[in-house]
C-alpha cells in the first residue's frame, strides 16, 4: 500500500548541478502535482498534470521543469540548481478535480550549496 | 486569485486542553473546497478533511471538529481534549473546481505533557 513515492529523500547539490525528483503513485490517479514547503509558507504549487499527456504552470514555476512520463509517474527537474531553490518538495496525486483531496508523498529534502 | 490565511503563527496548549485553529479565506469562485492537512513532525501530510462551497453543515468526528461559515469564509479547526500525538504543523486549504489547491501558512500546534 504504497500510495505516493517520491525518490530521493535527501540530495545536495552544488549550484548549477541538475537534478531530477521521481514521483510515483499506484492509486490509478489522473493528477499529479508538485509542490514546495519553505519554512513560514505553506506549499506552493510548481507544476501540475491533470491527466496523462498535459502539464501545466502553478504559482511558482520559474527554474523547474516537468515531465508526466505515464499516468503514474511525475517528474520534476532542476536544470541548473539555485541556492534559492533549497526546499522541502512534495509530489501529491488526485482522482480528478478540486472535490477531491490530495494524497502526498514523503517529501524530498533538497539543499543547494 | 485564493488566499487562505492562518494568522495563528504558533500554540501550545497542556494535553486535555482545547484547541481551536483558524482559518480565513478568499476566493472569487462559487464552487470550492476546503481542506485542513496534519504535518507531524515525521513529515508527511495527512489529509484531514474536506467540505464544498455548498455544504455548511458542521461536523464532529472523534476529538476533531469543524466550524464552516460561509458569511464570514471562515473554517475553523477545533481539537477537544488535546494529547500530545496532536503535535504537529495544521494547514488550512483552499481548492476552486480545478487543480491549483492554496494553501495557508500553518499553524504548529504544541501539545505538553
Known amino acids: 500500500n504504497a500510495g505516493v513515492t517520491q525518490t530521493p529523500k535527501f540530495q545536495v547539490l552544488k549550484t548549477g548541478q541538475s537534478m531530477t525528483l521521481q514521483c510515483a503513485q499506484d492509486?490509478?490517479?489522473?493528477?499529479m502535482y508538485w509542490y514546495r514547503q519553505d519554512p513560514g509558507m505553506g506549499l506552493r504549487l510548481i507544476y501540475y498534470?491533470?491527466?496523462?499527456?498535459?502539464?501545466d504552470k502553478g504559482e511558482v514555476p520559474n527554474g523547474y521543469n516537468v515531465s508526466r512520463l505515464n499516468k503514474r509517474e511525475f517528474s520534476l527537474r532542476l536544470e541548473s540548481a539555485a541556492p534559492s531553490q533549497t526546499s522541502v518538495y512534495f509530489c501529491a496525486s488526485s482522482d480528478s478535480r478540486g472535490n477531491q483531496p490530495q494524497h502526498f508523498g514523503d517529501g524530498t529534502r533538497l539543499s543547494i550549496l | 486569485a485564493q488566499k487562505v490565511t492562518q494568522a495563528q503563527t504558533e500554540i501550545s496548549v497542556v494535553e486535555k486542553e482545547d484547541v481551536t485553529l483558524d482559518c480565513v479565506y478568499e476566493t472569487r469562485d462559487t464552487t470550492y473546497y476546503l481542506f485542513w492537512y496534519k504535518q507531524p513532525p515525521s513529515g508527511e501530510l495527512v489529509f484531514l478533511i474536506r467540505?464544498?462551497?455548498?455544504?455548511?453543515q458542521n461536523e464532529i468526528s472523534g476529538r476533531y471538529s469543524w466550524n464552516f461559515q460561509k458569511s464570514t469564509s471562515s473554517f475553523n479547526f477545533t481539537i477537544t481534549a488535546s494529547q500530545v500525538v496532536d503535535s504537529a504543523v495544521y494547514f488550512c486549504?483552499?481548492?476552486?473546481?480545478?487543480?491549483?489547491?492554496?494553501f495557508g501558512a500553518g499553524t504548529t500546534v504544541t501539545v505538553r505533557a
Open positions: 492509486m490509478n490517479h489522473n493528477s
Open positions: 467540505r464544498n462551497s455548498f455544504d455548511e
Open positions: 486549504a483552499l481548492i476552486p473546481d480545478d487543480y491549483k489547491l492554496s
Open positions: 498534470s491533470a491527466s496523462e499527456g498535459t502539464t
